[in-house]
């Protein structure tokens, strides 16, 4: 059994539980960290005895050795949510998968809107199992564009700066929280409040700036209701005409305005829709017909 002990490194940071071993006069670095970094020198070439490495994996050549020969391993646990980078890291570099590093943001763009509906769809059906997955599915989505980001030569920017930005956002949007100022009491203060911190901190000049158009329709139209009824633009404003895009456009904007979210009770509608499409196919194929021969009697025959 070997008395050497190897401590896997994260970064520049070592377990705290290794401290006192590194304070020892045989401490080397492995090749595949920065020795200077740590104070200690690299470990030479066959050299003997116990000692002890610091090294970002035990598969360094240098760990890997020591590893089989009995060595203890130090080595701190990793957050889930930092393996998870640390995995995305992995694939994308050199020896990885080479499906993900070809990648771009403009091919991933069409995976984040179909994990997205994914996840909405687990919500809306009260999946919990499918809800956790689809939330690492969308979690996987930031990483990998975070990693792209990060290898960009003109303006690059990590996962950790992501992160630092969102914490700013949420402190700075909450100084109720977060500082002295005064509480708010509802909801509906709440979200006044959020949209005039939002309006200040992004130097808006128009009360659209900001929304997404590229969301869906009705979405759209929920959204730029409820944005225009914050700033007191009456409905006799809103698009005119019989025709059935204005038509939608008002129902979907009066309904958010009303507290409604017509995207999710569309959807819910819909989704409605086709189980009942379903229920009379399965009617219609247990009396013995086939439903691609319906006909808008036969619909309403085996309609649910």
Known sequence: MSGSVVVVAH??????????????AAVYAASDVDAAQFGVPPV???????????????????????????????????????????VMDRLRSPGGCPWDAVQTHETLRQYL??????????????DREALREELGDVLLQVLFHARVAAEDAEDPFTIDDVARALTAKLVGRHPHVFADAAKVATVDQQNLKWEELKQAEKQRRSIVDGVALGQPAVALAAKLGQRSGRA???LDLFPAGSDPAAQLFRTAATARRAGTDPEGELRAVAKQFARDIRAAEDAAREAGVEPSTLEADGWRKFWP
């Open 113 to 126: 809107v179909e994990e997205t509906y994914e996840l909405l769809d687990a919500i809306e059906e009260n």
């Open 11 to 24: 970064g520049a940071t070592v377990p705290a539980e290794a401290v006192g071993l590194l304070r020892g």
């Open 232 to 234: 007191g633009i009456p």
């Open 44 to 86: 030479p070439a066959g050299i003997a005895g116990d000692r002890v490495l610091i090294t970002a994996s035990t598969s360094s050549p240098e760990a890997a050795a020591l590893v089989a020969a009995g060595a203890r391993v130090i080595e701190a646990p990793v957050a889930p949510l930092v393996e998870a980078a640390e």
